[in-house]
């Protein structure tokens, strides 16, 4: 982050971008552009937007092409042909 900091400071732009900068191939990252961004070029925010439901902790999250490491579990890979995936709000 610090480094994404640094950077903007002298070329300007933004360390919080839209999933499309980084995919700009991929029709689906246009769909819902308003609760996926990614911070840094290197981590995808997927926010929780609805009101917690007791009876439901998944939600879902499109993530293209690729392999991708949760950051609360290493271990965790998510392993993406371009498709929504259900997540875990736990």
Do not use: H, R
């Not at 994404?4 to 300007?12: A, D, L, P, Q, R």
């Not at 939600?59 to 609360?72: I, M, R």
């Amino acid at each position: 982050m610090y480094t994404c900091m640094f950077e903007t400071s002298i070329n300007g732009g933004s360390c919080i971008e839209p999933l499309f900068f980084y995919y700009p191939k991929d029709d689906n990252v246009y769909g819902d552009s308003s609760s996926t961004f990614m911070v840094g070029g290197a981590i995808k925010v997927s926010p929780v937007l609805a009101p917690n439901d007791p009876n439901n902790d998944q939600f879902l999250s499109y993530f293209p092409k690729g392999n991708w490491v949760s950051l609360s579990n290493y271990a965790d890979i998510v392993v993406s042909k371009g498709e929504n995936i259900n997540l875990s709000t736990k």
